[in-house]
Every structure is written in structure tokens, then in C-alpha cells.
């Protein structure tokens, strides 16, 4: 298996539906198309952002042929396959890989998670990583699963040839530290939320997957760059400038702010699936206050 890169900034980009509820590809590849104008180095499609449990088979499927439609080439798609069973997880890899996915992205099952040891746990992600046809990206989001997967186990997982890295959004960065110090050199650690880029890039994270990147790309970009020419004050007063936004479009009101925020910015939000439901005024009139704060005001470069 071709060794892959993530170096690099991607916003994992949420799934667009219409005033009636079904997919909208034509906005999918249109927010792709505004969003490629930013050096990215690529985009995750079908992430916890991504609505992923909301969707049909079809509908999944439906929405990586869309997004591979408008990323362009040198720009990867990483795709969300993870399902809440290793048949159903291999399928849907294999179907990302038909059409064009560059790699999978592979939550673990959680329903069962008294079951989830870390004998069943390694168990299923080499079994995936056995059949998949592209690399496979381990994806810990413990606000989302109630399971936080820990170091040793991560580790375990690691040791497959097929298994190139970890989404981590859990925000331990002492564990981020301690699987970038004892996985192999290919093995890349992506931070899973930019409320703490820069100290898991300063414990050896390659990059990260970012929702606050949908609605501002150049800001993460900048922490990034900043990071890397060492300009750490200036980095950390960016990094200290996007918590409160990325707070406010993740953990406090989620996919709802996201979407709206895309909105406002010139970027098609639109509704969530139901049963989620959108934001009232109050909230909006809040994140609104808290975009503006942080300099998030104008819309995406059209």
C-alpha cells in the first residue's frame, strides 16, 4: 500500500441538505469549489459533521460522488466508513475507495461498547485494514461514542501497514504526545478539533482535521504556518482567538451553529437532518457575537 501524506489543514465538511431534507450534491460541490480557493490539503466528507448516521447507504454513497466531483486532483478526500459492524464498515470503505476516496476515516463501533475490549477493538480495525484497498485513518471521538481509546490500544492498532494515522479529538494531548513518540515514523497523529491545534502540533501532530476550518480556513491555516516558521507568540494568540468560536461550532451547539455560521459567511449551510433541530434566535444572535469577536465576519473570498 502507497504510503499517503496528511500534512496539512481539513475541514470536515458537513453534508448538505435541502429545505425538504434530501441531499443536496449540488451545494456539496459547490461549498468544495468556494473552500478549494485556501491552500487545504484536503477535505474529510461523512465525518461526525458530516451527519454520517443521518444518512442512508445510498445517500452515503451519494455523497462521495458528489465531493469527488469538485475536489480537485492533489487535493485528498478522506472518507468517514465507520459503522457499527466490520461487515458494514468494509463496505462502505470499499465503496469510498470506488469512488475516489484517498483514504478512510473509521470511527469505531461504540452501541456495544461493554463489548468494545481492546482485543475486539484492534480486531476490527486490522480486519478493515486487511480489506480495504486505500489507508485506513482511526477516528477517536470520545464526545460522540462515550468510549475514549487509550494510548496502549491506539498503539496496538497502529501496528497494521494499512492503518497511517489517528483523528483525535478527545484533546489529550499528553496521549497525543505519548502515540507520536512510540508509533512508527508513518504512523501521523491529526488534531481533531482546532480548540487545541497548536499544542498537538507542538507534540508532534501533523496537521488536523478542523470543523472551525469550513468557516474559517485561513485562520487554522495561519496557527499552522505561524507553528512551523516559529513564530509561537503570534501563533498562540490566533490559537487563543479561535477557541471560542470553535467551541461555540462544536461542543456547545454543534452542527447547527456550524451550518448557520456557513451561512452567514457565504457558504451553503442549510438545514440539519431531523430530529436535530436548527438554532433559535437567541443562539444565533450569541454566535453571531462570538464570530464577530473573533474576527470571523466576512464572508469566504468569492
Known amino acids: 500500500?502507497?504510503?499517503?501524506?496528511?500534512?496539512?489543514?481539513?475541514?470536515?465538511?458537513?453534508?448538505?441538505?435541502?429545505?425538504?431534507?434530501?441531499?443536496?450534491?449540488?451545494?456539496?460541490?459547490?461549498?468544495?469549489?468556494?473552500?478549494?480557493?485556501?491552500?487545504?490539503?484536503?477535505?474529510?466528507?461523512?465525518?461526525?459533521?458530516?451527519?454520517?448516521?443521518?444518512?442512508?447507504?445510498?445517500e452515503k454513497v451519494m455523497a462521495l460522488e458528489a465531493a469527488r466531483e469538485a475536489i480537485p486532483e492533489g487535493t485528498l478526500m478522506l472518507a468517514g466508513t465507520g459503522g457499527q459492524?466490520?461487515?458494514?464498515?468494509?463496505?462502505?470503505?470499499?465503496?469510498?475507495?470506488?469512488?475516489?476516496?484517498?483514504?478512510?476515516?473509521?470511527?469505531?463501533?461504540?452501541y456495544y461498547k461493554g463489548l468494545m475490549t481492546p482485543k475486539a477493538l484492534v480486531a476490527f480495525y486490522h480486519s478493515v485494514a486487511d480489506a480495504s484497498e486505500?489507508?485506513?485513518?482511526?477516528?477517536?471521538?470520545?464526545?460522540?461514542?462515550?468510549?475514549?481509546?487509550?494510548?496502549?490500544?491506539?498503539?496496538?492498532?497502529a501496528n497494521h501497514p494499512n492503518i497511517v494515522g489517528l483523528k483525535d479529538s478527545g484533546g489529550n494531548v499528553a496521549k497525543m504526545a505519548q502515540v507520536t513518540g512510540q508509533a512508527g515514523s508513518d504512523f501521523q497523529v491529526l488534531a481533531g478539533s482546532?480548540?487545541?491545534?497548536?499544542?498537538?502540533?507542538?507534540?508532534?501532530?501533523?496537521?488536523?482535521?478542523?470543523?472551525l476550518a469550513n468557516i474559517?480556513?485561513?485562520?487554522?491555516?495561519?496557527?499552522?504556518?505561524?507553528?512551523i516558521r516559529g513564530d509561537l507568540k503570534a501563533a498562540r494568540s490566533l490559537q487563543q482567538r479561535m477557541v471560542a468560536p470553535n467551541g461555540a461550532v462544536t461542543r456547545r451547539w454543534g452542527v447547527p451553529a456550524l451550518k448557520y455560521a456557513m451561512d452567514q459567511l457565504g457558504?451553503?449551510?442549510?438545514p440539519t437532518r431531523h430530529p436535530v433541530q436548527p438554532l433559535e434566535k437567541e443562539t444565533k444572535e450569541q454566535l453571531t457575537g462570538i464570530l464577530?469577536?473573533?474576527?470571523?465576519?466576512?464572508?469566504l473570498a468569492s
Open 216 to 227: 474559517a480556513p485561513r485562520q487554522c491555516l495561519d496557527i499552522m504556518e505561524l507553528f
Open 85 to 110: 459492524s466490520t461487515r458494514e464498515t468494509i463496505w462502505l470503505t470499499r465503496e469510498a475507495a470506488r469512488t475516489g476516496a484517498d483514504a478512510a476515516m473509521v470511527l469505531h463501533p461504540f
Open 1 to 58: 500500500m502507497a504510503g499517503i501524506s496528511l500534512n496539512g489543514i481539513f475541514p470536515p465538511l458537513p453534508t448538505s441538505f435541502n429545505e425538504e431534507g434530501a441531499l443536496f450534491q449540488e451545494m456539496i460541490r459547490s461549498n468544495i469549489e468556494r473552500l478549494c480557493q485556501y491552500p487545504l490539503t484536503g477535505f474529510l466528507i461523512l465525518g461526525s459533521n458530516g451527519e454520517l448516521v443521518m444518512l442512508s447507504e445510498k
Open 194 to 211: 482546532a480548540g487545541f491545534l497548536l499544542p498537538a502540533l507542538s507534540v508532534g501532530a501533523v496537521g488536523g482535521i478542523l470543523a
Open 134 to 157: 486505500i489507508p485506513v485513518i482511526v477516528y477517536n471521538m470520545p464526545a460522540n461514542t462515550g468510549m475514549d481509546l487509550d494510548a496502549p490500544t491506539i498503539l496496538q492498532i
Open 267 to 270: 457558504l451553503y449551510g442549510g
Open 292 to 299: 464577530k469577536e473573533a474576527g470571523i465576519t466576512t464572508g
